[in-house]
């Protein structure tokens, strides 16, 4: 069979087309989605693509998660998946799975799973063996570390410290033990009621070490700072922060 030159560039890109499908994950039955950790904008169009084609979307929160759906006009159904219900929940997303339906799974923001609810559903679809994809985007974790000034080429992420005081001083002191075999930045997440309660006892360990503190990242009054223990209680101690604040610091 002759083939014409002017139908060569056509047939390669069919070629092209047909091997980059080839190498796409097939069957993908729950999408891991990151969703903007503050702008709007910070969305990648293969998230926004994702939760338009999926039969429903998996959120913390059906009111945080519908501001960005709305802005976008995304009229998929929502299932909620938190902390409280995750147990009761997840074997029934896990069946509607089994089933053939495909579902995207959000957070409030950021990476779903970190320090988020969704990772027992992630480990029951993959002892099913049903198939889990994970798209890259915002998290606040890198970003935080990112803008902070300390070395980012180790770094520990520790998520939310201990609730109670006394576990939460033994968790800090382990830190300063392992601190002397890997030197590496260390990041946790703090709610701003319990800020002040977190510095004190860093402070008790620590001594008045520097760290970082960031809030509002991507937003208008996006703010990174490094100060002493002691500035930062004194400064708190009248004012306190809104919103998750992410704090870094070395020993």
Known sequence: MKIEARSLPSILHLLLLLSIIHFLPSNIMLTIIPTPI????????????????????????????????????????????????????????????????????????????????????????????ITVDSLPGPTSVITALTLSGLPPDKFLFLGYLPQKQGKRKSMLEKIMQSNKILQTTYIIFVAPFKLTRTLGDMLEVFGDVEITLARELSKIHQAVEKQKLSFWMNKLSSQRPKGEIILLFTL
Not at 57 to 85: A, G, W
Not at 92 to 103: A, I, R, W
């Open 38 to 129: 503050g702008n709007l904008k910070d969305i990648t169009l293969r998230a926004l693509e994702a939760l338009r084609s999926c039969d429903g979307i998996i959120c913390e929160d059906t009111r945080r998660t519908s501001v960005l759906l709305n802005h976008y006009e995304i009229k998929q159904p929502m299932m909620v998946l938190n902390d409280f219900n995750e147990e009761k929940t997840a074997p029934m997303l896990l069946e509607k799975l089994k089933q053939g339906q495909n579902f995207a799974l959000v957070s409030d923001a950021g990476t779903p799973l970190i320090s988020d609810p969704g990772y027992k559903l992630v480990k029951n679809c993959l002892e099913e063996n």
